[in-house]
T-cell receptor, first 115, second 116 residues
Framework: AQSVSQHNHHVILSEAASLELGCNYS??????LFWYVQYPGQHLQLLLKYFSGDPLVKGIKGFEAEFIKSKFSFNLRKPSVQWSDTAEYFCAVNALNFGNEKLTFGTGTRLTIIP | EAGVTQFPSHSVIEKGQTVTLRCDPI?????LYWYRRVMGKEIKFLLH????????ESGMPNNRFLAERTGGTYSTLKVQPAELEDSGVYFC??????????????FGQGTRLTVV
């Protein structure tokens, strides 16, 4: 079974600081990788995803993530954060089992941006 | 286009009572998923419907939980009788029919269930 680890539980940054949130997964096969974000009072929404191809993927709102297969990692980055990035961020994977796309999530990282 | 909607947004019930959560997926999405997040922990998979059929219910915690998706449209998740440990946020997600898992899941806002 796959598992996902997010080592940063709560991150506090000042505006304009650079961000990197760690995500490691455990699964021996091929996976799809996702970062979801939940802004206060809103639903989970997809930030970016990796299915195949270029391991550096760009998402919405200036976020990007790099898939490093040898490290089983998919860290999320943003060069300069804004106050509006305050939210909870979830890394997720699904194994390429044909016909079932269930997601395995990490515990989430709460990001607080100080103006 | 309407997104995934869940009702109610909040529910507070006493231990031993019954609660039914509802999820309306995006129209035309064959796949419907239920997930749950207990406070401070990860979002965990409960089950997966493909149209009206249960594809995978390996995440259902016990037989107090019953999910249905009659007609392959909306789904309900009933908890009967509710226990304190059932408290959490229940998320529903839907995705279009796809093969090889390359389809994006869209989530609802969740139902926050509190059992007292």
């Amino acid at each position: 079974a796959q598992s996902v680890s997010q080592h940063n539980h709560h991150v506090i940054l000042s505006e304009a600081a650079s961000l990197e949130l760690g995500c490691n997964y455990s699964y021996g096969g091929t996976v799809n990788l996702f970062w979801y974000v939940q802004y206060p009072g809103q639903h989970l929404q997809l930030l970016l995803k990796y299915f195949s191809g270029d391991p550096l993927v760009k998402g919405i709102k200036g976020f990007e993530a790099e898939f490093i297969k040898s490290k089983f990692s998919f860290n999320l980055r943003k060069p300069s954060v804004q106050w509006s990035d305050t939210a909870e961020y979830f890394c997720a994977v699904n194994a390429l089992n044909f016909g079932n796309e269930k997601l395995t999530f990490g515990t989430g990282t709460r990001l607080t941006i100080i103006p | 286009e309407a997104g995934v909607t869940q009702f109610p947004s909040h529910s507070v019930i006493e231990k031993g009572q019954t609660v039914t959560l509802r999820c309306d997926p995006i129209s035309g999405h064959d796949n419907l998923y239920w997930y749950r997040r207990v406070m401070g922990k990860e979002i965990k998979f409960l089950l997966h419907f493909v149209k009206e059929s249960k594809q995978d219910e390996s995440g259902m915690p016990n037989n107090r939980f019953l999910a249905e998706r009659t007609g392959g449209t909306y789904s309900t998740l009933k908890v009967q009788p509710a226990e304190l440990e059932d408290s959490g946020v229940y998320f529903c997600a839907s995705s279009a029919k796809g093969r090889g898992s390359n389809t994006e899941a869209f989530f609802g806002q969740g139902t926050r269930l509190t059992v007292v």
